[in-house]
C-alpha cells in the first residue's frame, strides 16, 4: 500500500467511463490527500462540472462513453477555465499522441499506472498552475463569474464549436429550448434557435451565420427575437466571444442569450 502524503488538499475531477477504474483512481487520490470533487464519464459531462466545481485539476480519459471524447473537452477545459488537464490513455499510438498534444494538456499518463504515477504528475501540474496564477495572465475573477453565470437561471448560455455545434448548454438553455443537454450535444445550434430580425421583420435563414457568427464581429446584437417552444416570440440580446488557446486560435465562442424583461423593452 502506497504512502499518504501529508499536503493541503487541492480539488480533482475525475472523467473516466470504467467505473472499476474511476473509482480506483479515486482510492488513490483520497490515499494521497487530495478531494475528488466528481467522478463523470463523458467529456460532456466533464464541461459542466468544472464549471460547477471549478476544480484546481482534471484527470481525463481520452476515450470516453459520451458524445465529446477527453481531447475535444480538454482544448475547451483548458481555454476556458485555465484548468490543468491531465490525459490517462491506453493508447500511445502516434495518432493518439499527435492529438493530445493539440489540446495541450499537462501530462500524459500511460495506462496501467501506478498511484506513484499520479502523485508525480499531478504534483508537477499544480506546481505549474500555482506559478502561472500568480503572473498578469491569470484573470481568476473572470474564470470564477463565467463559472457562476454560465449555470445560472437568468440567462441561456452555449458553448459552440467553430461549426456552430452545441458543446454546452447551461440549466436555463435547457429550459428555453426544452431539451435535454445530451440530446443535442454536437449538433448545431440552428436545430434549435430561430431568430427573427424585428427591423426587417424578416426570419434569418442561418441561426449560427447570420446571428452567433455576426455577434462576434458587431459586440452585442439587439432588435432580434427568438422563437420560443410556444412558437411565440420573445426579444433577446445576443452576445457572442471567441473561446481561443494557448496560441491565440478561435476553437469556439462562448453565447450568452438574454431575455428582455418588460422594463427593458
Known amino acids: 500500500m502506497f504512502e499518504s502524503q501529508k499536503k493541503s488538499k487541492s480539488e480533482i ?30 467529456g460532456e459531462d466533464a464541461l459542466y462540472k468544472t464549471a460547477e466545481h471549478l476544480p484546481d485539476l482534471v484527470l481525463m480519459d481520452i476515450n470516453l462513453a ?18 490543468p ?10 495518432t493518439t499522441l499527435e492529438r493530445a ?16 504515477d499520479l502523485y508525480s504528475n499531478i504534483e508537477i501540474a499544480l506546481h505549474r498552475e500555482r506559478i502561472f496564477k500568480r503572473s498578469k495572465d491569470y484573470q481568476e475573477d473572470k474564470i470564477k463569474r463565467l463559472a457562476r453565470a454560465a449555470l445560472s437561471d437568468l440567462d441561456a448560455y452555449f458553448i459552440l464549436d467553430i461549426r456552430g455545434r452545441i458543446i454546452f448548454i447551461n440549466p436555463y438553455g435547457e429550459y428555453l429550448l426544452n431539451v435535454q443537454r445530451n ?36 459586440g452585442i446584437r439587439q432588435h432580434i427575437a427568438v422563437k420560443m417552444k410556444d412558437e411565440t416570440y420573445r426579444h433577446v440580446i445576443i452576445q457572442s466571444t471567441h473561446i481561443r488557446n494557448a496560441s491565440k486560435e478561435s476553437i469556439g465562442m462562448i453565447v450568452r442569450m438574454h431575455i428582455k424583461t418588460k422594463s427593458e423593452l
Open 101 to 116: 498534444a493539440l489540446a495541450e494538456p499537462a501530462s500524459f499518463i500511460i495506462k496501467p499506472f501506478t498511484a506513484k
Open 13 to 42: 475531477l475525475v472523467v473516466e467511463d470504467d467505473e472499476i477504474i474511476a473509482t480506483l483512481i479515486e482510492r488513490f487520490l483520497i490515499q494521497y490527500n487530495y478531494t475528488v470533487c466528481a467522478k463523470v464519464a463523458s
Open 85 to 94: 488537464v491531465i490525459f490517462l490513455s491506453g493508447q500511445d499510438d502516434d
Open 183 to 218: 440530446d443535442i450535444i454536437l449538433k448545431p445550434i440552428g436545430n434549435f434557435l430561430t431568430f427573427y430580425d424585428t427591423r426587417q421583420k424578416i426570419v434569418f435563414s442561418d441561426t449560427f451565420l447570420d446571428v452567433i457568427r455576426e455577434s462576434l464581429v458587431l
Open 66 to 83: 459520451g458524445k465529446i471524447d477527453g481531447i475535444t473537452a480538454t482544448k475547451f477545459i483548458a481555454s476556458i477555465f485555465h484548468t
